[in-house]
């Protein structure tokens, strides 16, 4: 009698510490932490301030890469997501990365009259060439739900994307340069229309190849794809000089490029 007691009081425990973990949301840490002081209004702003410093280090830590894997962002931090990335502190970083690009170039690479057609860029499209901000807007997600492929590839379709900011200047100042821009997207082939007319009408033109996930490739995680194309590239005796994406799967794999630029964007995890 008194094993079948234990037994019970374990699985009992045992479930409650499961659904704990499930359920666990650091709203209802903080509030706890709180309560002694709600009275006199500090537990309020206590919580404010908790909050915002906690969605702040997940974001810092999903861009430095230590974060991974996530389907969704926490829900208490998707406002947070969406007030960096609809904000000026989002464009001045893209900003800053673009100058590290432009010194990159000046202190290690080729200018015009010295390349001799081999050396090459490459870039990612979605949140580093085209912005993928007025879809989340449009649909209230930044993260907070999954992905739904089928209406997001709806909405390349409608070719509204517009460039992300900066990103065109960089873009015309390497190809300026005389080195060729390599495209290499996991959207599907199928939107190969759509993608060039949006980024024709976004500002980029004269490209050397764009590169999207054909029937053979959809089965494969985007870095095992994206390492493949740069591994083709380098067997034809291109020189890549820099790689520049939004997800570190863009870069993942060998062979590595020279240098490696990420720009910001926690709304979603591409492996």
């Given at each position: 009698m008194d094993r079948s007691i234990f037994i019970s009081l374990a699985l009992t425990s045992?479930?409650?510490?499961?659904?704990?973990?499930?359920?666990?949301?650091?709203?209802?840490?903080?509030?706890?932490?709180?309560?002694?002081?709600?009275?006199?209004?500090?537990?309020?702003?206590?919580?404010?301030?908790?909050?915002?410093?906690?969605?702040?280090?997940?974001?810092?830590?999903v861009e430095v890469h230590n974060i991974r894997n996530y389907d969704v962002v926490p829900?208490?931090?998707?406002?947070?997501?969406?007030?960096?990335?609809?904000?000026?502190?989002?464009?001045?970083?893209?900003e800053r990365a673009v100058d590290e690009v432009i010194l990159h170039f000046g202190s290690?690479?080729?200018?015009?009259?010295?390349?001799?057609?081999?050396?090459?860029?490459?870039?990612?499209?979605?949140?580093?060439?085209?912005?993928?901000?007025?879809?989340?807007?449009?649909?209230?997600?930044?993260?907070?739900?999954?992905?739904?492929?089928?209406?997001?590839?709806?909405?390349?379709?409608?070719?509204?994307?517009?460039?992300?900011?900066?990103?065109?200047?960089?873009?015309?100042?390497?190809?300026?340069?005389?080195?060729?821009?390599?495209?290499?997207?996991?959207?599907?082939?199928?939107?190969?229309?759509?993608?060039?007319?949006?980024?024709?009408?976004?500002?980029?033109?004269?490209?050397?190849?764009?590169?999207?996930?054909?029937?053979?490739?959809?089965?494969?995680?985007?870095?095992?794809?994206?390492?493949?194309?740069?591994?083709?590239?380098?067997?034809?005796?291109?020189?890549?000089?820099?790689?520049?994406?939004?997800?570190?799967?863009?870069?993942?794999?060998?062979?590595?490029?020279?240098?490696?630029?990420?720009?910001?964007?926690?709304?979603?995890?591409?492996?």
């Open positions: 045992l479930l409650i510490g499961v659904v704990s973990a499930r359920d666990w949301n650091i709203l209802n840490q903080l509030k706890g932490l709180g309560s002694s002081s709600s009275q006199n209004g500090v537990g309020s702003s206590n919580l404010s301030t908790n909050l915002k410093r906690y969605c702040e280090s997940w974001r810092i830590n829900q208490e931090c998707v406002a947070h997501v969406e007030k960096y990335m609809t904000s000026s502190q989002y464009e001045d970083d893209v290690k690479c080729c200018s015009k009259t010295k390349c001799d057609g081999m050396d090459a860029w490459i870039f990612d499209i979605d949140d580093t060439l085209l912005s993928t901000i007025p879809y989340h807007k449009k649909n209230g997600f930044f993260g907070g739900e999954k992905l739904n492929t089928t209406k997001f590839e709806d909405w390349i379709k409608k070719k509204k994307a517009p460039a992300v900011p900066h990103m065109v200047k960089l873009y015309h100042e390497i190809r300026e340069r005389g080195i060729k821009i390599f495209l290499i997207s996991s959207r599907k082939e199928y939107l190969r229309s759509a993608t060039v007319d949006n980024l024709i009408q976004a500002g980029y033109y004269g490209w050397s190849n764009l590169l999207l996930r054909g029937i053979e490739d959809e089965q494969k995680e985007v870095k095992q794809y994206k390492s493949e194309k740069r591994t083709w590239l380098i067997s034809l005796g291109y020189r890549v000089w820099g790689v520049m994406g939004d997800q570190w799967s863009s870069f993942a794999g060998c062979p590595l490029p020279k240098r490696t630029f990420k720009l910001p964007n926690s709304i979603y995890y591409v492996a």
